[in-house]
């Protein structure tokens, strides 16, 4: 069981930059790939950034790459995702998951999510 909390959201100015953490607990963290999404309103959730057990491998959507970076401390429990030239079109709640194995894009893939925080890009 995997239990996760994500924190670091907010309100920030287009262009600007934001950090989110995902807490997780449980000692089998490092086994788990993880991944970040997001949901705007009235939208679909979508896939953002995604990264492997070990940190080795990362993958993104096209919409934040370049702008994004998804990094995990296995020391901590914890992963990150680096926003920078945020647009306001990145405006949504941002959540994280785990998942047994590989990293997916595929929400339903996933077996454990957080709350969820609110990032809110203003024009």
Do not use: H
Request: aromatic share 14%.
């Amino acid at each position: 069981q995997v239990q996760l909390v994500e924190s670091g959201g907010g309100l920030v100015q287009a262009g600007g930059s934001l950090r989110l953490s995902c807490a997780a607990s449980g000692r089998t963290f490092s086994s788990y790939a993880m991944g970040w999404f997001r949901q705007a309103p009235g939208k679909e959730r979508e896939f953002v950034a995604a990264i492997s057990w070990s940190g080795g491998s990362t993958y993104y959507a096209d919409s934040v790459k370049g702008r994004f970076t998804i990094s995990r401390d296995n020391a901590k429990n914890t992963v990150y995702l680096q926003m920078n030239s945020l647009k306001p079109e990145d405006t949504a709640v941002y959540y994280c998951a785990a998942r047994a194995y590989t990293a997916t894009e595929r929400a339903y893939e996933y077996d454990y999510w957080g709350q969820g925080t609110q990032v809110t890009v203003s024009s």
